[in-house]
């Protein structure tokens, strides 16, 4: 990749051409008007459930929270819903607790659930929906997608559908006991998909609204906590300073729980800040506490009189910091992502990455930060917009020309340190051009390509909210700059829909910094993930611009890159003719200046294009000298590319066992890369390698894999191809009724998709499966074969027709 000024590399994955011809254990379809499942042969729910029994019963709770006291009538309602012996249903299927932020909404549920979660021994889920965070909150699908693994399902076996995800984790929680806890829900529809179903689960909701669709709909009881009586108050007080303090009067303890309108979170931070403050008379710290109430201007909801006493409590408990913490926290207001470490920490506020670490001790220790992991730290959705008011009124100004914004920082130092993941996971890609790093920003510097790729699935929101605030604060370079680095630091299985909105910040910062070549660099960048997403027309478009912008400038290897692009997308497309005419475009250009690289991308590109026509000789000498080139410069994922072009050759010449080889090879290049792209993509050359060598379990194994991986990422007409190729096994092992299902289910969704090739495909393969049984419905799908491929003029479009000629009449 040159220099902007000279045309970029295309966006990562994307230099390689992508299967599109013909089909790991696979689906049980009955009927395929919903979502289908994959298990081992003829696998069903409760097979699949047996199965999962055999993982360790789930254990996510949360510790249970020091010294709770009082709720005890809450306590005694939630304990009423449990069956008095062990097998009887619950009498309430799912609890909702509601009340004010701070009321100990949390702490109410998982102190309860602790009480009782022997009375459930499958287990317990719990997760933070994180309904009010000023971020996206976590979605049902999200949640699924953490929950079914802890029950047993792989997590490369997880549907990305939400509606197939919730099916199968109701089917697994029929007849299982298990308490889930959703706390911090915003929604009925982040939470109703999460409901088990099962009358031996209890699900316990938290959220600050009442949820009301839940017992309408649902039969959810709701209970609904206010602020604590003042006895409790008291002793909630008392129980948090013992051990600290000398016995303080009872009648300074109330005169403190009203000023923290006797909220648990309030009485916490103020109780912490009294036990930091032995010597000092509770008269005087209430004094403090009175005097505090002008630095927050408002709660984001709630009464204002209980808002004016949390405020004051909190601006009490900041005041009260050393004052390196007090700053760090108010920093921490800015920082746009959901949680953060302590590198991000160091950068925002200048710090030794030690000394950050220190002073986030300190915050954790006055309950104004929680820490969620190893190095993993988090705000209380309240203490958030807090320290975001902190930051607004007592913006940091930079002291001198050597200085810079805090958030400058932070963005930058996420600018650096994905740089450094991007030199380990997309290596043979060029650097974008960086500004010199900030001395304070202290980047992470990565040894290995795992701890690259685990930093990136760590930043995955975090990063993208920085490019918005860098957007935001008009540091338009520095946002464009951030996205683009991200496209290739990124982790490597990430969807293609996840690039969208960063690809269209980053577009839009390019054309506000004036920066013409990033601007096409973008767009062709969107037009990949648009192909990916099964969203031809819009690639076209995307593609088309970017490709007006390079001759705009003068640029042939930009518009060689973008021809590629345009290949690939015709390629998908089974526009064969115009996919090898993109791709010449393309090679001239890069024969023309030497780059040996791009030379070999575009030879394996037109060989599977020259494949997918049936010319096997020109895709064997295109694919040959392509691999041996991968091969010396050290490409990994140019090698597999080319390895499964090669192993498609190999299946039509009859050579299964070399085709094996290839394609074996290519997957195993996919998992060292930890990139579920790929390894989907290639699962398809290694099921089909498998299916003609007859070992149908191992078949249906990487048909099954690659389904699972490409509905994840979203990409459906890859995900019907793995339902042709599952088809296709089954009919080898004369199984029709099964191979029919899902060459149905494939060609209903390339019917959707408006694929008529792998449409008349899959038809092909439901015409043989429906030959005995209903030969008339096999002699309508012959037909409709013929009139899909009428428009096709090459060797295997041909051979196709000649296949179902004769029989269609």
């Known amino acids: 990749m040159n220099e902007p000024a000279h045309g970029e590399s295309a966006p990562r994955r994307d230099t390689h051409a992508e299967l599109s011809g013909t089909s790991r254990d696979t689906v049980q379809a009955g009927s395929v008007s919903g979502g289908v499942h994959f298990h081992g042969h003829r696998e069903s729910h409760r097979e699949h459930d047996e199965r999962a029994r055999g993982a360790p019963a789930p254990r996510q709770l949360p510790g249970d929270v020091r010294g709770f006291v009082n709720r005890a009538d809450e306590l005694g309602q939630l304990d009423a819903v449990l069956p008095e012996r062990d097998g009887e249903p619950t009498a309430v299927s799912v609890w909702v607790i509601a009340g004010t932020a701070g009321a100990g909404k949390t702490s109410l549920a998982l102190h309860w659930a602790h009480r009782v979660k022997e009375r459930f021994p499958d287990g317990q889920l719990y997760i933070n929906l994180r309904g009010y965070d000023p971020r996206e909150p976590v979605?049902?699908?999200?949640?699924?997608?953490?929950?079914?693994?802890?029950?047993?399902?792989?997590?490369?076996?997880?549907?990305?559908?939400?509606?197939?995800?919730?099916?199968?984790?109701?089917?697994?929680?029929?007849?299982?006991?298990?308490?889930?806890?959703?706390?911090?829900?915003?929604?009925?529809?982040?939470?109703?998909?999460?409901?088990?179903?099962?009358?031996?689960?209890?699900?316990?909701?938290?959220?600050?609204?009442?949820?009301?669709?839940?017992?309408?709909?649902?039969?959810?009881?709701?209970?609904?906590?206010?602020?604590?009586?003042?006895?409790?108050?008291?002793?909630?007080?008392?129980?948090?300073?013992?051990?600290?303090?000398?016995?303080?009067?009872?009648e300074a303890l109330a005169e403190l729980s009203r000023l923290c309108a006797r909220l648990p979170l309030a009485l916490r931070i103020a109780a912490e800040r009294a036990a930091s403050r032995p010597h000092m008379r509770l008269e005087e710290l209430i004094d403090e506490l009175?005097?505090?109430?002008?630095?927050?201007?408002?709660?984001?909801?709630?009464?204002?009189?209980?808002?004016?006493?949390?405020?004051?409590?909190?601006?009490?408990?900041?005041?009260?910091?050393?004052?390196?913490?007090?700053?760090?926290?108010?920093?921490?207001?800015?920082?746009?992502?959901?949680?953060?470490?302590?590198?991000?920490?160091?950068?925002?506020?200048?710090?030794?990455?030690?000394?950050?670490?220190?002073?986030?001790?300190?915050?954790?220790?006055?309950?104004?930060?929680?820490?969620?992991?190893?190095?993993?730290?988090?705000?209380?959705?309240?203490?958030?917009?807090?320290?975001?008011?902190?930051?607004?009124?007592?913006?940091?100004?930079?002291?001198?020309?050597?200085?810079?914004?805090?958030?400058?920082?932070?963005?930058?130092?996420?600018?650096?340190?994905?740089?450094?993941?991007?030199?380990?996971?997309?290596?043979?890609?060029?650097?974008?051009?960086?500004?010199?790093?900030?001395?304070?920003?202290?980047?992470?510097?990565?040894?290995?390509?795992?701890?690259?790729?685990?930093?990136?699935?760590?930043?995955?929101?975090?990063?993208?909210?920085?490019?918005?605030?860098?957007?935001?604060?008009?540091?338009?370079?520095?946002?464009?700059?951030?996205?683009?680095?991200?496209?290739?630091?990124?982790?490597?299985?990430?969807?293609?829909?996840?690039?969208?909105?960063v690809g269209a910040l980053g577009l839009g910062a390019a054309r506000r910094a004036g920066d013409r070549p990033r601007e096409a660099w973008f767009l062709d960048s969107l037009g990949t993930a648009c192909r990916r997403l099964n969203r031809p027309e819009e690639s076209r478009a995307r593609h088309r611009e970017a490709l007006a912008v390079w001759r705009e400038l003068g640029d042939a290897r930009g518009e060689a890159l973008s021809w590629n692009l345009l290949g690939l997308l015709e390629l998908r497309g089974r526009r064969l003719a115009e996919a090898e005419r993109a791709f010449h475009h393309a090679l001239d250009v890069f024969r023309e200046v030497g780059d040996e690289r791009w030379e070999s991308i575009l030879l394996a590109n037109r060989g599977r294009a020259r494949w997918d026509a049936g010319l096997l000789g020109a895709a064997a000498d295109d694919v040959g000298p392509a691999l041996a080139a991968h091969r010396a410069g050290g490409r990994a994922a140019s090698v597999g590319d080319a390895l499964s072009v090669l192993s498609a050759v190999h299946l039509d010449r009859d050579e299964p066992g070399p085709a094996l080889d290839a394609a074996r090879e290519a997957v195993e290049i996919a998992l060292e890369l930890r990139d579920h792209t790929l390894e989907a993509y290639w699962l398809l050359a290694l099921g089909a390698a498998e299916r003609a060598l007859g070992a149908y379990g191992p078949a249906l194994e990487s048909y099954q894999r690659s389904a699972v991986l490409h509905r994840r990422l979203g990409d459906r007409g890859r995900e019907a191809l793995a339902w042709h190729g599952t088809g296709c096994v089954y009919a080898r092992m004369e199984r029709p009724e099964d191979a029919a299902a899902f060459h149905r289910r494939a060609a209903a969704a390339h019917r959707e998709l408006g694929d008529a090739w792998h449409e008349a495909l899959a038809l092909e393969g439901l015409a043989a499966a429906l030959d005995a049984a209903h030969p008339e419905e096999s002699h309508h799908c012959r037909t409709e074969v013929l009139r899909l491929t009428a428009a096709f003029d090459d060797p295997r479009a041909r051979e196709l027709r000649a296949r179902v000629a004769p029989e269609s009449g």
Do not use: K
């Not at 031996?200 to 609204?209: A, E, Y």
């Not at 004052?323 to 710090?351: E, I, K, W």
């Open 139 to 250: 979605t049902a699908e999200e949640a699924l997608r953490r929950f079914l693994p802890a029950l047993g399902v792989p997590a490369d076996a997880v549907p990305s559908d939400g509606e197939a995800a919730a099916d199968l984790y109701r089917s697994l929680l029929a007849d299982r006991r298990v308490l889930v806890v959703l706390d911090n829900a915003a929604t009925v529809g982040q939470v109703r998909p999460l409901l088990p179903g099962g009358e031996h689960c209890l699900t316990v909701v938290t959220s600050r609204n009442r949820l009301s669709g839940l017992a309408i709909r649902d039969g959810a009881h709701r209970l609904t906590l206010g602020m604590l009586p003042e006895s409790e108050a008291v002793a909630l007080l008392r129980v948090v300073t013992a051990g600290f303090r000398r016995q303080d009067g009872e």
């Open 290 to 501: 009175r005097d505090g109430s002008a630095l927050w201007d408002a709660l984001s909801s709630g009464d204002e009189e209980e808002a004016e006493a949390v405020r004051t409590v909190f601006a009490w408990s900041y005041r009260a910091l050393p004052a390196d913490a007090s700053r760090v926290f108010r920093l921490l207001g800015l920082h746009p992502g959901p949680d953060f470490g302590a590198g991000a920490v160091a950068a925002l506020a200048d710090l030794p990455v030690r000394r950050a670490r220190q002073t986030l001790d300190v915050l954790v220790g006055a309950h104004l930060v929680e820490q969620t992991g190893p190095d993993r730290y988090a705000f209380h959705d309240l203490l958030r917009v807090y320290a975001a008011g902190l930051a607004r009124e007592e913006r940091e100004e930079p002291v001198d020309e050597a200085s810079t914004d805090p958030l400058r920082r932070l963005v930058n130092w996420y600018l650096h340190t994905a740089e450094s993941a991007r030199r380990w996971i997309e290596p043979d890609e060029a650097p974008v051009p960086l500004p010199p790093c900030d001395d304070a920003a202290r980047p992470l510097v990565f040894t290995t390509y795992d701890q690259a790729v685990e930093w990136s699935e760590r930043e995955r929101a975090n990063v993208p909210a920085a490019v918005r605030s860098a957007g935001e604060a008009g540091w338009h370079g520095l946002a464009w700059r951030l996205a683009a680095v991200w496209y290739d630091a990124q982790p490597p299985s990430a969807p293609a829909a996840d690039w969208l909105p």
